[in-house]
């Protein structure tokens, strides 16, 4: 399993609908659904969630037809648009803000819903990024940590117009001088690609560079254990 996929929880629950603790909502699903959740707790650039995804045999315009009936009925508004492959539907729920994701998967309909928790957040809530490495002018695209069964976890996506052999430089100095161990290191100039994995401790770090265009994508998961 590799370190992007360790974190992801799988239960198998035949529900009707998804009951949250400390006040987060319920998101019913349809029943006889076996639902895969994808962590314990989970903090999204600063705003806490929760996600989950499950397969829908009927498929994906029965799914979609689920999702706006139920808010109908429950008097829920709701906005909805396609992006790409996905319907995505999408509600706020007082202080929780709920995104249904719809897409067709082979035979069946695949829906991922996430709940965001705005309410939870504060001035003191950090910035995404914070405590990351990264050279200057880098922008922070995504920030998610995340806890399972006791180990946490923390995938970043960042950009910055720097090449991929200056950021390879600057993350394998980095972690050398801060005394992590270097388990594996790429670097293919030619392909606009690299790749490191460093460890110290009971963490691991894992950091895949790619060129997008003039930008290099920096895709980086620690572990702790």
Request: hydrophobic letters at 35%; one cysteine or more; aromatic letters at 10%.
């Amino acid at each position: 399993m590799t370190l992007v996929n360790r974190f992801l929880v799988c239960a198998g629950l035949l529900l009707s609908s998804i009951t949250h603790a400390s006040g987060w909502p319920d998101v019913p699903v349809p029943e006889s659904v076996s639902v895969t959740q994808v962590s314990e707790d989970m903090v999204f650039n600063g705003v806490p969630m929760k996600i989950f995804s499950f397969e829908y045999l009927p498929g994906r315009q029965k799914l979609l037809d689920f999702y706006r009936n139920t808010w109908r009925e429950e008097e829920i508004e709701f906005k909805e648009h396609e992006q790409g492959q996905w319907v995505i539907l999408s509600a706020p729920h007082d202080k929780f803000y709920v995104t249904v994701q719809v897409s067709q998967l082979g035979n069946t309909g695949y829906a991922q819903i996430g709940i965001s928790n705005w309410g939870a957040v504060s001035k003191k809530t950090p910035d995404p990024g914070t405590g990351f490495p990264r050279l200057p002018d880098s922008l922070v695209v995504n920030d998610i940590s995340a806890t399972d069964s006791g180990r946490r976890s923390r995938t970043l996506l960042v950009e910055n117009g720097h090449s991929i052999a200056s950021n390879y430089r600057y993350y394998m100095g980095h972690y050398q001088r801060q005394h992590w161990n270097v388990v594996r290191s790429n670097l293919d100039v030619k392909k606009g690609a690299a790749a490191l994995t460093v460890a110290r401790d009971d963490r691991e770090m894992e950091i895949v560079l790619t060129q997008q265009g003039s930008k290099s994508h920096i895709f980086a998961v620690e572990i702790i254990h």
